[in-house]
Nanobody, 120 residues
Framework: QVQLVESGGGLVQAGGSLRLSCTAS????????MGWYRQAPGKQRELVAA???????IYATSVKGRFTISRDNAWNTVYLQMNSLKPEDTAVYYC??????????????WGQGTQVTVSS
């Protein structure tokens, strides 16, 4: 059973920083990608940043230069360092992992989400 456990959310003033962590367990297949999405009230869930196998990264335009995604060597934990936070970064942040089975199909797993609130 794949589990993703997020931590590090909270309340911060604009211009401040937070670091999110996501620890994965129960992974049996190859990791295609691991990353962070967010969903603000009344909006669709959107990609924030992701690490792909091979360590390429992708960032939402709105967070480029402010957020950095990284991981530990074993792909057990992925981090999101968020600097220069803005009120519009307020959302529930979800960890995501995409696994690829040796038989072809891919599988998506999600964490429970962690709230990030940025006050102006």
């Amino acid at each position: 059973q794949v589990q993703l456990v997020e931590s590090g959310g909270g309340l911060v003033q604009a211009g401040g920083s937070l670091r999110l962590s996501c620890t994965a367990s129960g992974i049996r297949f190859s990791i295609n990608a691991m990353g962070w999405y967010r969903q603000a009230p009344g909006k669709q869930r959107e990609l924030v940043a992701a690490l792909r196998s091979g360590d390429s990264t992708i960032y939402a335009t709105s967070v480029k230069g402010r957020f950095t995604i990284s991981r530990d060597n074993a792909w057990n934990t992925v981090y999101l360092q968020m600097n220069s936070l803005k009120p519009e970064d307020t959302a529930v942040y979800y960890c995501n992992v995409v696994l690829k089975s040796p038989f072809g199909p891919t599988y998506d797993y999600w964490g429970q989400g962690t709230q990030v609130t940025v006050s102006s």
